[in-house]
């Protein structure tokens, strides 16, 4: 009858995540913040009636990864490209920052020369993003195709880049048999060849969706695909199996079935994957006794992963002309760490490069984030995102800068297109009396 205990689980996760995701949207909050609560609360670190299995770790893997391809679907590519530099200065800022502030704050509770690799590694633990949790929220609230939301995908997949390097060359210091060389060769080529494959697949893609009327198999062969190019990331090439999902998301979209594709993921995902991924996360939350020297350092380091990623990110972003609000955006949405840190953390106990002592404060600081993420979220899109980016180029719409103005500058148009059609009914009938 054991065997049989994961039905179980996965019908209270459903019923619990969508219950608690009701009880935060009445009070203005997404839906994923009750989802989060709900595997918190679920999991061993309070009631203990989930546990973390391999078919919930299998099943919450390709929840991610769905989301993140279904965010590939819905990504404008004109605005990921205009947004390409930006996003690498932003990831930039918001890994050296982290890095920096989280090496002197380990360095503060962990002194001593010989513990120098312990504390670049709560560094490298700190420059970790976990996307999936802004992207959930920021497809709730309808932002995710917004000028600031396709900065933080950008950025994030970056991010996630620069974090697997650091990750590799601290982790090649204690360990002479990883070759730092190969690995960096192995992203390169990844991303050199999704151009390449890219292009060709999105052609030949396109041209097979407009020569068939069936449209059940465009969405059972794009899954398919999906997950081939996931696999084939993490294999092959060392990169995050979500960065595959999401690029292989990039390469359908634009193309004649992508809103139908788009549609059946969303219905797959909001009724099982999506909620079993959030709950996993707090499956995994197991919080160990703590002396008074390391709850200090828990709230420190949670204090400085969020605003390390808020100014780092948003210190980015301002270089790059962004918006204040847009900075403040960007920064809130790099916040999380989730389930990334956490399984950063555990390479870090198996090698030796972390303390067993910070892996409780690790864990708080994964929670804090993953849950004030899309809070935070929340409040920084109150005010309405300006979406008109594509008839910027309209030299009336250039002179106004905010939406009340484009506004302005609509009934403007109307009131000239009203004036010359009253000139031309004016001249039309003076050209009448004239013949008379």
């Known amino acids: 009858m054991e065997s049989y205990n994961f039905l179980f689980s996965v019908a209270i996760i459903l019923l619990s995540t969508k219950l608690l995701g009701i009880l935060t949207k009445r009070i203005a909050m997404p839906q994923v913040v009750g989802a989060l609560l709900a595997g918190l609360v679920l999991g061993p670190a309070m009631l203990g009636v989930l546990h973390e299995t391999a078919f919930l770790d299998q099943c919450a893997e390709i929840g991610v990864i769905v989301l993140m391809f279904t965010a590939g679907l819905e990504t404008d590519i004109a605005e990921l490209k205009r947004s390409g530099r930006a996003s690498f200065v932003i990831a930039l800022c918001g890994v050296l920052v982290p890095l920096a502030g989280g090496f002197l704050l380990s360095w503060f509770f962990n002194r001593g020369g010989e513990n120098f690799l312990q504390n670049l590694f709560i560094g490298v633990i700190l420059t970790a993003t976990s996307v999936s949790i802004t992207v959930e929220t920021l497809k709730e609230m309808g932002k995710l195709s917004t000028r600031s939301g396709n900065a933080i995908l950008g950025a994030a997949l970056i991010d996630d880049i620069l974090g697997i390097i650091a990750l590799t060359l601290i982790t090649s210091v204690s360990d002479p048999s990883i070759n730092i060389v190969a690995v960096l060769v192995k992203i390169v080529a990844f ?37 081939l190019y996931a696999f084939a990331a993490e294999r092959f090439f060392g990169v995050a199996d979500i960065t595959g999902a999401y690029i292989a998301g990039l390469i359908i979209s634009n193309t004649t079935k992508v809103t139908y594709v788009a549609t059946r993921f969303e219905t797959v995902s909001y009724m ?44 980015g972003a301002k270089l790059c002309r962004y918006s204040n609000e847009e900075c403040r955006r960007i920064g809130v949405g790099m916040i999380s760490r989730g389930e990334v840190a956490l399984i950063v953390a555990n390479k870090g106990i198996s090698s030796g490069l972390m303390k067993q002592d910070f892996f409780g404060p690790v864990v708080i600081m994964v929670v804090v984030t993953t849950i004030v993420t899309p809070v935070l979220l929340k409040l920084v899109y109150r005010e309405k995102e300006k979406t008109y980016s594509d008839l910027a180029t309209s030299p009336l719409v250039e002179q106004y800068e905010e939406i009340k103005d484009f506004d302005l500058a609509v009934q403007r148009m109307i009131d000239i297109n009203d004036n010359l059609r009253e000139k031309g009914k004016r001249r039309e009938e003076r050209e009448t009396a004239s013949k008379k």
């Open 191 to 227: 991303f050199a060849l999704s151009l390449a494959v890219g292009v060709l697949l999105h052609k030949l893609i396109e041209k097979w969706m407009t020569g068939h009327d069936d449209k059940r198999r465009y969405a059972v062969i794009s899954f398919a695909f999906c997950l």
């Open 272 to 315: 099982l994957l999506s909620p079993i991924f959030f709950a996993s996360i707090g499956t995994k939350v197991v919080l160990p006794q703590m002396s008074t020297a390391i709850v200090l350092f828990s709230v420190l380091l949670v204090l400085w992963s969020i605003v390390s990623k808020v100014v780092g990110c948003g210190l």
